[in-house]
């Protein structure tokens, strides 16, 4: 089983530098990161222990469930799923460095205050919905730069990026439409100056699409099913708007 994980983890390394090398990029330019939702801390470990050290958790209940179990070995964890702001004391509590699905100016206000209250910063990547799909949560490519602007005013939370989930397609080339129109948002933010603001990091491709998220100039690329093994349901069910639970 550890041989399983380590190794699913090369072979997804060895596609990522190879899509590098095809488009001229530095390998150092992009992360892996793990989404570990509904694998367990043993399996979690595995990775953690061979130095990838870069997860993702979707839904709030999971961090807590495996906090302790992961604490005592170092790693960074981001927030990848859908955040509802009843939910922001305990996003705080279970050390997560950065929150992937910031979408809203109320999550960010009742973020601001939160951290505020316990003099803490925290990391955040604007999520946009470039898929157009009412089931998929981000705010709408059109109102992303106004959202960038409003939540640059808040001192507690610093934007480092955007991050999108993309179409699900089983063709990639479908999604690129998905990825250039983030790279294009980032590049308008960019040329804009806004204060506080950092765009280094473009959050987007999974396991079928990485070499096309590269391509698009992708900085971090979600990895799960293909590390961990298959989930009982398919990744739609943790995307879903209907699963807001």
């Not at 699900?168 to 999604?175: C, D, G, L, N, Q």
Request: glycine share 4%; with cysteine.
């Amino acid at each position: 089983m550890n041989e399983g994980i380590l190794q699913n983890i090369i072979s997804i390394q060895e596609r990522i530098n190879h899509a590098c090398l095809k488009s001229n990029r530095n390998p150092d330019e992009v992360k892996l990161l793990l989404a570990t939702k509904t694998v367990s801390p043993q399996r979690i470990k595995i990775a953690l222990e061979a130095g990838h050290t870069l997860i993702a958790e979707n839904k709030v209940q999971e961090l807590k469930e495996k906090y302790s179990a992961l604490k005592e070995i170092p790693h960074t964890n981001h927030f990848i799923g859908h955040l509802q702001t009843n939910k922001i004391k305990e996003i705080l509590k279970y050390d997560v460095d950065c929150i992937q699905s910031l979408d809203r100016i109320d999550l960010a206000e009742k973020l601001q205050q939160r951290l505020a209250y316990e003099d803490k910063t925290i990391e955040a990547l604007i999520q946009v919905n470039t898929s157009n799909e009412e089931s998929k949560f981000g705010v709408a490519p059109s109102d992303a730069i106004e959202l960038v602007k409003q939540v640059a005013q808040f001192d507690r939370i610093k934007i480092k990026g955007l991050m999108t989930i993309g179409l699900f397609s089983a063709e990639s080339e479908k999604v690129r439409p998905c990825f250039r129109l983030l790279k294009n948002i980032q590049q308008e933010i960019l040329s804009l100056h806004i204060p506080d603001v950092e765009m280094q990091e473009l959050s987007m491709g999974m396991s079928g699409d990485l070499e096309t998220a590269i391509e698009e100039g992708a900085t971090i690329i979600r990895v799960g099913t293909a590390i961990f093994g298959q989930r009982i349901y398919p990744d739609s069910h943790y995307w879903n708007e209907e699963n807001k639970h």
